[in-house]
Each structure stands twice: as structure tokens, then as C-alpha cells.
Nanobody, 120 residues
Framework: QLQASGGGLVQPGGSLRLSCAAS????????IGWFRQAPGKEREGVSC????????HYADSVNGRFTISKDNAKNTVYLQMNSLKPEDTAVYYC???????????????WGQGTLVTVSS
């Protein structure tokens, strides 16, 4: 099970940190990442930590502003979001996959989603 939290309302230029706590399995052996879905748009990948080499990957739209990290002791993955823009407004989902280096939209393990609203 994945439990996401940390969403909320923030002004443009502000920051938020999302958390995704895993239970029932160890994130060490899974590709883990974040997706988001804005109203009327398809779900898109935001960032992931590869299970094959530990490297991080980011969508072009968030590169340089968002940082993904993992705390193995807490079995939790984070997404630090800085310099937020209105276009970052979306429901953010964490996901995990035991087979692929990074989660895919078809992956089986998803958190429930947390809403991020960037607005003045």
C-alpha cells in the first residue's frame, strides 16, 4: 500500500513537499516515482528513482524545480517541489513497480493521490 500526503494550496513561487509512505513491501526493490493529472488532461510522469541504478529522472517541465528522494529507513519517497507554477496544479500520485526501473502508467501499485493547487 502507498499513502501519499503533503498536498495543499500554495502561491506561485512557493514550495511543497509530498510524501509517499509504503507499507507491506520494501521500496528498495521497486522503481518508484510520481505522476500527476491535471483537470482535463492525461496522467503524466513527473519524476522517478530507478530501481536498476538509483538514478533520478524528471519531466522537462519540472527539471530544476522538483527533487525526488527516498528515505529507506522510513520506507518513504518524497517530492520536493520548489518555484511552483499554476500549471503544476494537479492531483499527484506516487507509484511503485517491481518489474520496471521506473513506474509506468500501467503499474499496479498506486497511492491515492494528493491535490496540489498553485494559485494566488
Amino acid at each position: 500500500q502507498l499513502q501519499a500526503s503533503g498536498g495543499g494550496l500554495v502561491q506561485p513561487g512557493g514550495s511543497l513537499r509530498l510524501s509517499c509512505a509504503a507499507s507491506g513491501f520494501t521500496l528498495d526493490y521497486y522503481g518508484i516515482g510520481w505522476f500527476r493529472q491535471a483537470p482535463g488532461k492525461e496522467r503524466e510522469g513527473v519524476s522517478c528513482i530507478s530501481s536498476s541504478d538509483g538514478r533520478t529522472h524528471y519531466a522537462d517541465s519540472v527539471n530544476g524545480r522538483f527533487t525526488i528522494s527516498k528515505d529507506n529507513a522510513k520506507n518513504t519517497v518524497y517530492l520536493q517541489m520548489n518555484s511552483l507554477k499554476p500549471e503544476d496544479t494537479a492531483v499527484y500520485y506516487c507509484a511503485a513497480d517491481p518489474l520496471f526501473p521506473c513506474p509506468e502508467p500501467t503499474s499496479d501499485y498506486w497511492g491515492q493521490g494528493t491535490l496540489v493547487t498553485v494559485s494566488s
